[in-house]
């Protein structure tokens, strides 16, 4: 029983993971307002070494449609202004000599439908590495019926890996309808 245990611990490890990593995609998928994590992907080039734009800077938010870059170097301002454009985020940084502003612009309903699709899609990586996880639990509880554990013992352990699996399959539902509802929100 304890190995059984040991492998719905490591299967739900495996589950937690892939939900933290689909929280981490979709939280790139900007969904009109200002963000600074939207700044997440922009490296920029810090004395030779591609650095992340907030290791140089502070990124903060001045409201819903505006963000502000704050480099702690004024001698960076243009590196990062070239950073930003060239990460293809469809932003244009202003450059003011001080800090660099960024007017995030209005997403249209066709670029909001292809942001809910790339959600789904994240969502559906996401109920992959879940399946992945049951697989490989169930082939390891199958391992042990070789080993002597009785039928009804691996009927349950099953059982209880497909209870996991569909509880966390309806969290990833539930992240990826909030996002879409987020990204639909005008």
Do not use: C, F
């Not at 490890?13 to 200002?34: F, P, Q, T």
């Not at 994240?122 to 992959?128: L, P």
């Not at 391992?143 to 039928?151: I, N, T």
Request: glycine share 4%; hydrophobic share 35%; net charge negative.
């Amino acid at each position: 029983m304890e190995e059984i245990n040991m492998i719905l611990e490591e299967a739900e490890d495996g589950m937690k993971k892939a939900i933290s990593h689909l929280n981490s995609e979709l939280s790139k998928i900007r969904a009109g307002r200002a963000n600074p994590s939207m700044l997440d992907t922009v490296r920029v080039d810090y004395y030779g070494s591609p650095t992340p734009l907030s290791q140089i800077g502070n990124i903060s938010t001045l409201d819903p449609r505006t963000l502000t870059v704050q480099p702690w170097e004024k001698s960076l301002l243009d590196e990062i202004t070239r950073a930003i454009i060239n990460a293809n985020l469809g932003l244009n940084p202003q450059n003011n000599g001080e800090v660099i502003i960024i007017s995030v612009p209005v997403l249209t309903e066709e670029r909001r439908k292809d942001l809910v699709k790339r959600a789904r899609a994240e969502g559906e990586n996401a109920k992959v590495s879940l399946r992945t996880q049951r697989k490989d639990a169930n082939d390891m509880v199958k391992s042990l019926k070789d080993e002597g554990l009785s039928e009804d013992a691996v009927k349950n352990a099953e059982l209880d890996v497909q209870n996991l699996t569909n509880s966390y399959s309806t969290k990833v539902d539930e992240l990826v309808s909030v996002k879409e509802e987020d990204i639909m929100k005008v």
